[in-house]
Structure formats: structure tokens, C-alpha cells
Nanobody
Framework: QLQLVESGGGLVQPGGSLRLSCTAS????????IGWFRQAPGKEREGVSC???????MYGNSVKGRFAIRRDIARNTVYLQMNSLNPADTAQYFC???????????????????WGQGTQVTVSS
């Protein structure tokens, strides 16, 4: 069974950092692209970052320079390091597997077929 499990969310003060983890089972990260998405209350889900099966990365404009995505093939896990967090980053964060194994990744929700259950990130003083 293909599955993704997120962890690492929590409450953090503005300016703080968190690292989210996305662990895959039933498939390996060296043959699939993985994306991170987030959804704030009352808003549409949006793409945050993605990493290709060869390590290429992409970031949404709102997180460029603050977030970093990387993967650990041995642990079959993708991480999202989030720095300089602000209240606008408050959301449920999801990771997902891209349906097609293209050389590029995507921040479009429609391109992803397997989703995790999400982890909540709250940025507040």
C-alpha cells in the first residue's frame, strides 16, 4: 500500500523554525517526485515546494529563501525546513507523490495522486 505520513508540525513563535518530515512506504523516493502543500482555514490548498527523484527543487514565491526541501533516500523521507516563520505560514501541511515520474516537479495539486494526512503548523505569539 502506497502511503505518506507527515510529522513535525506544532506551535512556533513568529521568526521561529520547524522541520516537517514526510515518510513514504510502499514506494521509494529515488523514483518518485514529492511535493509539499499547505491549506489555511478558508483558503485553497497551495503548493509550497517539491523535489524531483533526482534532487531538483522548486519553491512557491511566498516561501523562497525561507524554506528548504531535501530528501534522505536511506530513510525514505522528505524534509521541509521552514525558517523565519510568520503567521501567514499557519496552515495544515501535506506531502504528496507526483503521479507521473517526470524529470521536473510541480506545485500543481492536480499532478499528485497520493496524499498524506497532514500536519498542523501554527505560527503565533
Amino acid at each position: 500500500q502506497l502511503q505518506l505520513v507527515e510529522s513535525g508540525g506544532g506551535l512556533v513563535q513568529p521568526g521561529g523554525s520547524l522541520r516537517l518530515s514526510c515518510t513514504a512506504s510502499g514506494f521509494t523516493l529515488d523514483v518518485h517526485n514529492i511535493g509539499w502543500f499547505r491549506q489555511a482555514p478558508g483558503k485553497e490548498r497551495e503548493g509550497v515546494s517539491c523535489i524531483t527523484r533526482t534532487g531538483g527543487t522548486m519553491y512557491g514565491n511566498s516561501v523562497k529563501g525561507r524554506f528548504a526541501i531535501r530528501r534522505d533516500i536511506a530513510r525514505n523521507t522528505v524534509y521541509l525546513q521552514m525558517n523565519s516563520l510568520n503567521p501567514a505560514d499557519t496552515a495544515q501541511y501535506f506531502c504528496a507523490k507526483k503521479a507521473e515520474n517526470t524529470p521536473w516537479c510541480s506545485l500543481s495539486l492536480i499532478d499528485y495522486d497520493i496524499w498524506g494526512q497532514g500536519t498542523q503548523v501554527t505560527v503565533s505569539s
